[in-house]
């Protein structure tokens, strides 16, 4: 719910101070009711993601990966950006087998989420994979060592309360997945 009484900040000005194919990262200066502040964030040109839940009868499956800006390992849902000239759900199947190693014969979109709203304009589409078939993983050189494996609710509980997924995209997608199915 929105509230039309409040302002929104004006932009003074907007420096691009970094751009490749991925980002532009962005130094505004807002002004609101005479007091001015800067703000950085980044603009993805493809902006929109796709984050998969493989789920079966017993659990869901999880890759294990390196991400460099945390210098850790993440238990993550398979996930990935929507490339130009492609649809969400193609980017599910494909992120799906890439990075899990698996088809799923069905897919329902869940819901979206922002990650980190303050610095991104990336929204995450979620979708729940079922009624999979193991295929083996198509990794990009950037996945290389990138592990998957099931695991059962019961031990999905037990890591997320162990502090052992920390993946916001992930915990988010579990409690759009908790919310609307268990």
């Known amino acids: 719910m929105q509230n039309s009484m409040v302002k929104i900040p004006k932009v003074i000005s907007s420096k691009s101070v970094y751009k490749n194919k991925y980002q532009d990262i ?23 993601g ?3 839940l493989p789920i079966d009868e017993t659990g869901i499956y999880l890759v294990y990966q390196y991400r460099h800006a945390s210098e850790k390992f993440f238990w993550q849902i398979p996930m990935g950006m929507v490339n130009p000239g ?36 990336q929204e995450e589409f979620m979708f729940v994979a079922t009624d999979l078939e193991k295929v083996g993983q ?10 998957v494996k099931h695991f059962t609710w019961d031990e999905i509980k037990e890591m997320i309360k162990n502090g052992e997924i920390q993946c916001g995209f992930t915990l988010s997608a579990l409690q759009l997945y908790q919310n609307n199915y268990l």
């Open 50 to 52: 796709v984050g998969v």
């Open 86 to 121: 492609s649809t969400e759900l193609e980017t599910a199947h494909h992120e799906l087998l890439e990075e899990a190693g698996l088809r799923a014969k069905k897919f329902v979109k869940i819901g979206s989420i922002f990650a980190e709203p303050g610095m991104s304009n």
């Open 26 to 48: 962005k130094v505004d200066i807002l002004e609101l009711n005479g007091h001015q502040w800067d703000i950085s964030y980044f603009i993805k040109p493809n902006k929109n």
């Open 138 to 147: 198509q990794l990009e050189d950037t996945e290389i060592g990138m592990q």
